[in-house]
């Protein structure tokens, strides 16, 4: 063979064949693993795995995260298994104020008979694993369980960057179990969570959740899935879901904080805690970076009150502090209890209180008409954000909860988020505080309010059409992300529009032109003298994305569209069940009732709805300004689509797009968009501010184009972006 530089890219045969190794491999381990069938015989597998390794050495380049060389095991493993750690995981003791942490300390210390040094480390709200490692590579790593079986997600935890496939440097042991946490830093949960909202789906309650989701995916079953979906018209929206799940768990990350069973001389010889997160941290395992030793109970406090206060600043979600004796031999002194080590015990942070006045309480119209009263407050900062308004949902919780305005009252944030008024405080009361009175009358339109049926909690403002509030929220949600996903269209924007009278109401909104946005100053330059007026930034971005989601599939008009009780699970299901709005619209209330998931009152209201005149009107309006309503079915098009079968890659921005509608511009022309670079990528298109991905792509040889080629691409001339197509 000729020897070629290591460095060099290989010729397209060598990364096909590289790519058939590497998918010819991973689906035999897959199979394997759920013991369906044995595809390939051993020998057969070790061939393949022995070529994959020498085109690898011959050509580094090649090797990427998807590569079975660069994960743990072989022709084996069992998913969701149950493993038995190979020392139990005890859960620790709580403290929940200050003095019983004060009892610890003075409890473990009288029977030290001394005061031990302190570990403290920020308690991390995350998953608990225990991974072993022999001979210096991950075997398992397996949630913890009930303390002596957890689940073992191997599969999953190697698609995880930050949990080490391998350890380094000298004296690796050849059995080391160590205990850690999974968690998702608090910017990529907020992101996840910002995506659940747009794919209309429900929020994490916490970062431990969806953690714990993410894990717990099964990504083999659904790699098994786009096995049987290969060339079905489902094949692209499986992979698009594998694709999801791996992007999950590429956002986790792992910190060890303990270990269990080991053979190692070096940690037999370390003599604390902290110094076996300094070895540990040797072998390339990641160690909490907040970790400190302190000599007194005094300085532990004052670790635990710098952190409470400083919570916001630390990137992943904390709930409390864990406080372990360092030194080993006290702790092997000390022991454990039935359940727990008497050496550790963990601080636990209230959730967070704090105390503002309320100083009005308001209502507000919501876009299906209901008036919600809602607290006033002076701002105050709780958990991060300064908040000065909370809602109290309906008269009834004004009066459950007992607060008057102008009273003193506790507010905290529920699951760190929402903040919610929990109640007055009492002995700050002065006798002129007066209680609240749900008024009778819409505070924007006037019209006298009323529960729609008898019983309800709610009342609603009925002048359902021309109510200026339930107007300016209803044009509002239609850009919403669970909707036409229309980032222009923002509050501020929706009020602009219907206060310069350039919308009448939502039938109006795609006849938008930059000449009627001239009559908007929210939209207009601001001009000089000498200059005509032009439209600005946000009514180009408008213009643009409003033609965009002329294109969006029924369901999201459905959703757009605020008929009462329908949301995106239900829209999802009646527009796949009816396919066009004219069906829908012909459909019957027995035809509606029938389809799976849309019940009596779902099925009502979509009657109601086309049986309104002006609602029709909104919808024959949106019609002729070029709305498609595009079947529901339309991902059949979407594989006959002119780039059917190519893998693209956006990275950067692309001037005139959010991220998303550049995404999925592409893949309505039947592309598959992928996050990431790989052998199997067609094409990356390159924007603004590209990052390593435009890098990895002239490595690997892969086809670039920029922002002009994109718009080509989307204007149909393929040829001159991707002449081999
Ligand atoms: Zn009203």
Known sequence: MIATPRDSTPPNSISQRWQELVDHINRARMQYALQDSQTLSDADYDALFRELLELEDQYPILVTGDSPTQSVGGHRSEL??????????????????????????????????????????????????????????????????????GEDVTLNAILIASVPKKLKGTNVPELLEVRGEVFYPLAVFDAINAEQTKMGKPLFANPRNA???????????????????????????????????????????????????????????????????????????????????????????????????????????????VVKVNDLANQVELGFTSRAPRWAIAFKYPPEIVRTRLIDIQVSVGRTGRVTPYAVMEPVRVAG????????????????????????????????????????????????????????????????????????????????????????????????????????LGEKAAQALLVSGVLANEADLFDLTADKLLDCEFFV??????????????????????????????????????????GPTAAKKISHAFG?????????????????????????????????????????????AGVSFADARKDIDVLLGPLAGMTIVITGSIPGFTRDGAQDAIAALGATVSGSVSPKTDLVVVG??????????????????????????????????????
């Open 80 to 149: 969701f298994e149950p493993v038995a750690h190979l020392e139990p995981m005890y859960s620790l003791d709580n403290a929940f104020s200050e003095s019983e942490l004060k009892a610890w300390s003075e409890r473990i210390s009288a029977s030290l008979e001394q005061e031990p040094q302190y570990l403290c480390e920020l308690k991390i709200d995350g998953l608990a694993v225990d991974a072993v490692y022999r001979d210096g590579k991950l075997e398992t790593l397996a949630t913890r369980g009930d303390g002596a079986t």
């Open 688 to 725: 603004d501010k590209a990052g390593s991905k435009a890098e990895k792509a002239q490595k690997l040889g892969v086809a670039i184009t920029d922002a002009a080629g994109f718009h080509k691409l989307l204007n149909g001339d393929h040829q001159s972006v991707l002449p081999n197509l």
């Open 385 to 488: 954000t300064t908040v000065s308004m909370a809602t109290l949902h309906n008269p009834f919780e004004v009066s459950r909860k007992g607060v008057l305005i102008g009273d003193t009252i506790y507010l905290r944030k529920a699951g760190e988020i929402i903040p919610e008024v929990l109640g007055p405080v009492v002995e700050e009361r002065t006798g002129n505080e007066i209680p609240f009175v749900m008024p009778v009358f819409c505070p924007e339109c006037g019209s006298a309010l009323a529960p729609e049926s008898e019983g309800d909690k709610d009342i609603r403002c009925p002048n359902v059409q021309g109510c200026p509030a339930q107007l300016r929220e209803r044009l509002f949600h239609i850009g919403s992300r669970g909707a036409l996903d229309i980032e222009g």
């Open 211 to 321: 953690a714990a989701g993410a894990l717990r995916q099964r990504v083999d079953k659904r790699e098994r899935e786009l096995e049987q979906a290969q060339g079905s018209k489902r094949e692209a929206k499986v992979a698009q879901d594998l694709e999801a799940a791996v992007l999950r768990l590429s956002g986790l990350e792992f910190t060890v904080h303990g270990f269990g069973a080991h053979d190692s001389t070096v940690l037999t010889k370390a003599r604390s805690h902290s110094e076996v997160y300094e070895r540990l941290a040797e072998w390339g395992l990641p160690v909490t970076s907040h970790a400190k030793v302190h000599a007194s109970f005094a300085k532990v406090i004052e670790f635990i009150d710098y952190f409470n206060e400083h919570r916001v600043e630390v990137v992943f979600d904390i709930d409390g502090v």
């Open 580 to 624: 066009s709005v004219e069906c829908l619209q012909e459909a019957t209330l027995e035809q509606l009732s029938n389809v799976d998931g849309v019940g009596e009152r779902i099925a009502e209201s979509i009657v109601d709805f086309f049986d309104t005149d002006w609602r029709l009107d909104i919808i024959s309006r949106w019609r002729r």
């Open 525 to 566: 330059n601001a001009h000089q003298e000498h200059e005509s007026a032009s439209i600005n930034k946000a009514g180009e971005v408008l213009l643009a994305q409003l033609d965009q989601a002329k294109e969006q599939p029924l369901w999201r008009f459905l959703v757009a569209l605020s008929i009462r009780h329908v």
